[in-house]
């Protein structure tokens, strides 16, 4: 959440149109995400969806594909928007066995891409474990994905960095 904000605080000064969307109940059926498609979903029609997932400890990836039983890949377009960022860190691998609150505009055709951090295992470090606390949250990690996230908006907008 205060890497979306800040990310909203530095693109609100600059001009640009976004909206920031903090969805719930993804654990039990990403029914905040499905509630703001069937609201919203014709006004995003064309419009990159960026779902920052659990970023907080661990390897910062973008989620080339996610999923559960069915697999959806990310974007192509924007996976390689990601790539072409200067000197990101950011690892690019599928995400599966799970799904995003991306997951159900992935499955509806839309253009979005997950950001989510994750541990050897492929899953999330400390997710919904005694260890899940803002102590364990590396500030790196969410200045890293403010940085990259920025970067990538002012790169689409044709902005100076």
Same mark, same amino acid.
């Given at each position: 959440m205060v890497a979306a904000l800040e990310i909203a605080r530095v693109l609100r000064g600059k001009g640009v149109p976004f909206w920031v969307v903090f969805t719930g109940a993804e654990e039990s059926g990403t029914w905040g995400a499905l509630h703001f498609l069937k609201r919203y979903g014709s006004l995003l029609s064309k419009k990159p969806i960026l779902n920052l997932d659990s970023i907080g400890t661990?390897?910062?990836?973008?989620?080339?594909?996610?999923?559960?039983?069915?697999?959806?890949? =990310?974007? &192509?377009? @924007?996976?390689?928007? +990601?790539?072409? %960022?200067?000197?990101?860190? /950011?690892?690019?691998?599928?995400?599966?066995?799970?799904?995003?609150? =991306?997951? &159900?505009? @992935?499955?509806?055709? +839309?253009?979005? %891409?997950?950001?989510?951090? /994750?541990?050897?295992?492929?899953?999330?470090?400390?997710?919904?474990?005694?260890?899940?606390?803002?102590?364990?949250?590396?500030?790196?990690?969410?200045?890293q994905v403010v940085a990259v996230v920025t970067e990538w908006v002012e790169k689409r907008r044709g902005l100076p960095a």
């Open positions: 661990g390897k910062l990836t973008v989620a080339t594909k996610e999923g559960m039983w069915k697999i959806y890949p =990310a974007a &192509p377009h @924007l996976v390689q928007e +990601f790539k072409k %960022l200067r000197d990101t860190g /950011l690892h690019f691998r599928p995400y599966l066995g799970l799904f995003t609150d =991306a997951t &159900p505009f @992935l499955a509806r055709g +839309f253009e979005a %891409l997950t950001i989510i951090a /994750l541990g050897e295992n492929g899953l999330p470090v400390n997710w919904h474990w005694y260890t899940d606390t803002v102590g364990e949250v590396r500030e790196e990690n969410l200045r």
